[in-house]
């Protein structure tokens, strides 16, 4: 298991505090809507079939409710710059197979404390990267962290300039072959786990 996965395991654990202290009445109550009131348990029946509509609602409401943390957030412009919904299914599936009572909004709230240490604390334009057969987009700033992490481990020794190159592109290949991932050369989100979060 990583760290980051470790880090927001740890999170989980940790009592639910609400972010929105200026929303809650002086019991500290709010209103959760929709998927958020569902409980773990349900959150494990629904990813049997990941097609479902109740299990796509769930995972909607998690990256809506990730996306709304951007706001809130102290210093951040992404708190998650570069995981996708199969990142947060494996996220809520770690926790959700031992804690069913939880409810999702908690195990949200939750998360939100484990994804600090690798947000965006400013904007960082997003660019595409690869090529026809696979690219996608990412941030310079994680450019660059892939960079650095790339040269720790002997794989890169070009500047960490935050720019896509063939120098890059060969060097993420060679982690990938390493991490048994498929060798596109691309930093795509299963890369940078695992890049990022050793």
Not at 17 to 26: K, L, M
Not at 87 to 95: G, M, P, Q, V
Request: overall charge negative.
């Amino acid at each position: 298991m990583n760290r980051l996965l470790l880090a927001i395991s740890a999170a989980l654990l940790l009592p639910s505090v609400s972010h929105a202290q200026h929303n809650q009445t002086p019991d500290n109550a709010f209103a959760v809507e929709g998927a958020g009131r569902l409980d773990c348990a349900s959150f494990n029946t629904a990813r049997q079939d990941k097609s479902s509509a109740e299990y796509q609602r769930m995972i909607g409401f998690v990256e809506g409710y990730l996306s709304a943390a951007n706001r809130y957030e102290p210093n951040t412009f992404d708190l998650t710059p570069w995981h996708n919904a199969a990142a947060f299914d494996i996220i809520l599936n770690s926790h959700c197979a031992e804690h069913g009572q939880d409810t999702l909004i908690s195990v949200v709230q939750r998360m939100v404390t484990g994804l600090r240490p690798v947000r965006i604390a400013s904007f960082s334009p997003l660019v595409e990267v690869g090529d026809e057969t696979h690219k996608t987009y990412v941030y310079e700033t994680i450019l660059g962290r892939a960079q650095a992490a790339l040269k720790t481990r002997g794989l890169y020794s070009g500047e960490e300039t935050g720019k896509f190159s063939p120098e890059m592109r060969e060097a993420l290949k060679a982690f990938q072959r390493q991490a048994s991932l498929d060798a596109t050369g691309v930093p795509d989100p299963a890369t940078l786990w695992f890049l990022l979060n050793p």
